[in-house]
């Protein structure tokens, strides 16, 4: 067996939107391994203690996985590589966030050491991938998100109505009011049109959201943050999802989507056309322009061949980010001495 420490954000009981330190300790637990994933403490000074503490302790640690994001918990991720470096403990980073790239490009040559020095850079798409190939890093690998595709009951879409739904977070990169604005170019066709709105408040823009649909008298229903089995069952009585976001990489929200058989209406960027190809297993316009979006809503609702094709298509699509597939990487990844 196998002793891995994982060193990331768990921070579900305070509120906070599960991240891979949450789920994939508990995916290679059942593998067989033997996972210690830390930590929960909300400060973060105290949780940077927490996480480091726990390198330096390092009993029976075999290996070190680190959650790597662009934001400020990218010190976490490079303080505690540094540590295993000094320690010859081996480690794996696992990089998330459309950012990452110019992070890495403000970085030194010794912060970048750490990452040419680890057993593995795991990346999730090989969007990101290709954007860190020009930082000549040897030891990137690509592992999607996985999802356990039992989890998502999957509803065919033979024809689809005006009913919107959107999940992510309440955040400006994010452009939650893009979707508003969505609707009401809809809502000109279709005055039947509604709007479901799932995430929590990361920027504190959702009062003036809700303070905005109500003036507007826009069909909009803020349901805040749900769980995944909340809002994936509130999806049944939906039946497009729209992503407006401006930065992404391969949200899981529009993996999700897709798995539940929801036709994806999303921007073209980041990692979204790797995901995403356009008219098969969903739709993709530009960024930042509600016209387009509505549009592409519309074509939907007028024709139902193309709901249905998108539909299956992209079902068929995510089945491979399921975990009995994704897990056969990790599996060949952590074997290696």
């Not at 330190?21 to 940077?48: M, Q, W, Y």
């Not at 977070?169 to 979707?179: G, S, V």
Request: net charge neutral.
């Amino acid at each position: 067996m196998r002793n891995i420490l994982y060193i990331g954000n768990k921070l579900v009981k305070h509120g906070y939107t599960p991240t891979s330190a949450d789920t994939l300790p508990r995916k290679l637990e059942h593998e067989g391994f033997c996972v210690t994933a830390v930590s929960s403490i909300k400060n973060r000074g105290l949780r940077l203690m927490h996480m480091l503490g726990s390198i330096i302790a390092r009993k029976n640690v075999d290996l070190v996985i680190i959650d790597t994001y662009s934001t400020l918990n990218y010190w976490y991720a490079v303080m505690g590589a540094g540590l295993c470096r000094v320690l010859s403990i081996p480690y794996i980073m696992i990089l998330h966030g459309g950012n990452l790239e110019m992070r890495l490009e403000g970085s030194s040559k010794k912060m970048l050491a750490l990452f040419r020095n680890a057993k593995a850079l795991v990346v999730p798409s090989r969007f990101l991938k290709e954007k860190l190939e020009k930082f000549q890093f040897e030891n990137l690998l690509t592992i999607p998100n996985s999802i356990e595709i039992n989890d998502y009951s999957f509803k065919r879409r033979t024809q689809v109505s005006p009913r919107l739904l959107w999940v992510r977070a309440f955040d400006e990169i994010y452009r939650p009011e893009l979707a508003m604005d969505v609707l009401e170019l809809v809502l000109k066709d279709y005055p039947e049109a509604d709007l479901c709105m799932v995430g929590p408040d990361k920027d504190g823009s959702l009062p003036r959201l809700q303070k905005l649909g109500s003036e507007q008298r826009l069909p909009v229903v803020f349901e805040g943050k749900l769980t995944k089995s909340e809002w994936t069952s509130l999806a049944a009585d939906y039946d497009i999802f729209i992503n407006t976001t401006s930065i992404d990489n391969t949200p899981v929200s529009v993996i999700e989507a897709m798995a539940l058989g929801l036709p994806v209406v999303s921007t073209n960027v980041g990692g979204l056309p790797y995901l995403i190809e356009h008219d098969l297993n969903g739709i993709l316009v530009e960024p930042d322009n509600a016209s387009a979006m509505a549009g592409a809503i519309l074509s939907l609702i007028n024709k139902p061949e193309l709901a249905h094709k998108i539909s299956l298509n992209a079902r068929k699509m995510v089945e491979k980010f399921d975990w009995e597939n994704v897990k056969t990487v990790w599996l060949e990844l952590l074997a290696e001495k």
